[in-house]
């Protein structure tokens, strides 16, 4: 079975690493960048086309207000990229926003946190597949007529890179992502030098059209909670910010300094792109429409379901550009696969986070342990599982898909701001430094703005989102929170079973007596085997069990046990009914009624096979027996193992591969080499 497994594992991920190789994983500032900030900085090939989508159920005219809103999303980002690099520096551990409310607001916060960013996470990968394989399949029709199918495919692949590590998955991702960044620079710059130098009229693919507006004439609350569900949708613009304060770990040292000095750059370019793409959707009158088959007018008639409506970073290059041009071709390219990548902030924070939260005992351990790769790949798959869950349930749809984001991001952003702020009043009470106070004080009103800014936004996205899809969002931050508080709760409970008491217990005082059984089916040399072992442990009391199903047989086994003269008294139940597991506890269980104190040692003589498929026709009873007398107090199964042919051919086949590192030998750590003998 380790053959069959480990060779497709190997193919796949690559060897194994040791664990003293976790610091040439760690990551310089221009592969952090792609790595952490991909989301943020892709967001830009759709967040400007839900500005416009929202702002045109209005018509036309309510265009000149996306400027205004993006001056909003542009204080926005800054105020939430300058808080950020006042937690990075303040927490570099890795925790991010779950440390910081757990630290500063108490454990349910911290869990909040933690539950609306793993909700998020698993969005962000969801949505940026979507709205990736529909960018592609506006030029590839196959893939838009099997979007599902091909979001999956997509899932599958970036999870294969990212279990392969991050720094090797990180190279991967910086071309695509800085090629798509160069591409939207050069797109603004040529834009505007086309239209303020040399004075061209470019025009988009959609100028010519009209938008039927589904609501003519809005003004007073309607129109504030247009511009509001706008200026929400526009937020999607943020999301992955937070990915960088969970990956502090990931970054070289001084990681603190690196951490921020990413955010700042991350902030910058995606605010520019931002801005730089709405400002030509306006100059070149693109048109965008929530239903566009209907709502979308050419010479009075509507354009019909046949019509396809390009997402606006496309038709932006198309107008300064020119259709089917190279720098046309490169941008689009880029654009679908920097959608594609986005997803690897998730791939990066959900592994962290998860791991972080297992250390705390709110998820379950294996998601603490790095795998093969030093990648946290348990939360790699776990991730990738409940982003293709989402994905199949709503059609790799990014319309439908995007209504849930940004929930629970700006949960976490308000929560862990308002931590901060918690955090440097605690600090200012007990620091008589002027110049730290100065510093401590002007970091708290940075947090504090967040924590209000992001307050407000949370509200907004709450009221103009909620019926659109926010509610599933929260239902699952719901989900997470149970779960996680559930799983503590048990280890909190086994912890307090398991542990040691200062004064002697029953489970550390000697037993009275040990009472031995080796169970016999038939007297060859497996049950040779078990009986000599049994007897070197020297019990108070040895004997050998058996059960009668076949009477012939039964005879036959008491003649040769009599033939052979052994000296262990043979005790044959019967079992009118031909079960074997049920008579062998119940016999068990009486003896423990009689002598409570004694313990009772269980010995099963068991096959040791050399092939996956023989583990099919051996020890299936022994397996029932082990899985039985576990469940019953004051019972020790011991298996006595019996080494067949082939599993002697297995062991010299595993001698070939004996230079391949172990699955799961980096979670054991390295070996120390002072230590051999020899």
């Known amino acids: 079975m380790s053959k069959l497994t480990d060779l497709p594992k190997r193919i796949l991920i690559g060897r194994a690493l040791r664990s003293d190789k976790l610091g040439e994983t760690l990551l310089p500032k221009r592969i952090a960048l792609p790595v952490f900030a991909s989301d943020p900085l892709s967001s830009v090939a759709y967040a400007p086309g839900e500005v416009l989508l929202v702002l045109s159920i209005a018509g036309v005219s309510a265009y000149h207000f996306s400027p205004w809103i993006a001056v909003a999303v542009v204080v926005l980002m800054f105020t939430v990229v300058a808080s950020y690099r006042q937690n990075v520096r303040a927490y570099p551990s890795g925790g991010g926003d779950y440390e910081v409310a757990t630290t500063n607001l108490g454990p349910k916060s911290g869990l909040t946190v933690a539950s609306a960013l793993l909700v998020d996470y698993v969005l962000t990968v969801a ?20 979007k599902t199918f091909c979001a999956i495919g997509a899932i599958v692949l970036l999870t294969l890179m990212n279990l392969r590590g991050v720094k090797e998955s990180g190279k991967l991702f910086a071309i695509p992502t800085y090629l798509f960044v160069a591409g939207v ?31 003519e004439g809005l003004a007073g609350f309607a129109l504030v909670f247009l511009l509001l569900r706008a200026f929400s949708s526009g937020c999607a613009a943020l999301t992955g910010v937070e990915a960088i304060s969970n990956g502090v770990p990931a970054f070289r040292k001084p990681k603190s300094k690196n951490a921020a000095t990413t955010l700042a750059m991350m902030g910058l370019l995606a605010v520019t792109m931002f801005c730089g793409i709405i400002g030509l959707a306006l100059a070149t009158d693109v048109k965008m429409a929530e239903n566009p088959a209907v709502d979308l ?6 354009v019909g379901a046949d019509y396809t409506q390009d997402p606006v970073i496309a038709q932006v290059a198309e107008a300064v550009f020119g259709h089917g041009s190279f720098l046309f071709m490169v941008l689009a390219a880029a654009t679908a696969l920097v959608l594609f990548l986005a997803a690897n902030t998730a791939y990066n924070g959900f ?29 790699i798959v776990l991730l990738a599982g409940a982003a293709i869950l989402l994905v199949w349930i709503y059609g790799a749809d990014s319309t439908r898909l995007i209504q849930l984001y940004i929930v629970g991001v700006f949960v976490s952003f308000t929560l862990s701001q308002t931590g901060m702020v918690r955090h440097w009043n605690r600090l200012l009470a007990d620091e008589g430094d002027q110049a730290k106070r100065r510093h401590m004080i002007r970091s708290r009103a940075i947090n504090a703005f967040g924590a209000f800014f992001c307050g407000v936004v949370l509200v907004i996205v709450l009221a103009t989102k909620f019926t659109h899809g926010a509610w599933v969002a929260l239902l699952g931050m719901v989900i997470f929170y149970g779960t996680m508080t559930a799983i503590r709760r048990h280890y909190d409970r086994v912890a307090d079973e398991i542990a040691a008491d200062e004064t002697p217990a029953d489970e550390s005082v000697r037993p009275s007596r040990v009472h031995a059984i080796v169970l016999v089916s038939k007297l060859h040399r497996p049950t040779l085997r078990a009986l ?10 040895l004997e050998a069990l058996s059960i009668s199903v076949d009477p012939d047989e039964t005879r036959v086994l008491r003649e040769d046990w009599e033939r052979r003269g052994i000296n262990v008294p043979l005790k044959i139940l019967d079992s009118p009914y031909r079960e074997v597991t049920r008579p062998v506890i119940e016999y068990v269980k009486g003896l423990r009624r009689q002598s409570p104190r004694d313990v009772i040692s269980v010995y099963i003589p068991e096959y040791v096979v050399g092939h996956w498929y023989e583990h099919l026709l051996h020890n299936q009873s022994a397996l029932r027996l082990k899985g039985r007398l576990l469940f019953t107090p004051g019972v020790m199964v011991t298996s006595v193992p019996y080494q067949l042919q082939s599993s002697e051919a297995a062991k010299k086949r595993a001698r070939k591969r004996a230079d391949w590192s172990a699955p799961g030998s980096v979670r054991r750590g390295p070996v120390e080499r002072g230590n051999r003998k020899g």
Request: hydrophobic share 45%.
């Open 185 to 215: 620079f050069l797109m603004i710059l040529w834009g505007a030098f086309r239209g303020i130098a040399l004075g061209d009229t470019m025009h988009a693919p959609t100028s010519d059209l009209e938008i039927k507006p589904e609501h």
């Open 532 to 541: 000599a072992y049994a007897k070197l442990i020297r019990a108070d009391h």
């Open 351 to 379: 592994p962290l986070l998860g791991s972080i939260l297992a250390q705390d005992r709110y998820l379950p351990r294996q998601l603490h342990t790095r795998g093969d790769r030093l990648a946290f790949s348990n939360g």
């Open 127 to 146: 949505v940026s597949i979507s709205s990736g394989v529909e960018n592609l399949g506006s030029a590839i029709p196959f893939v838009i007529e099997h």
């Open 297 to 302: 007018i050419r010479d009075g008639v509507p």
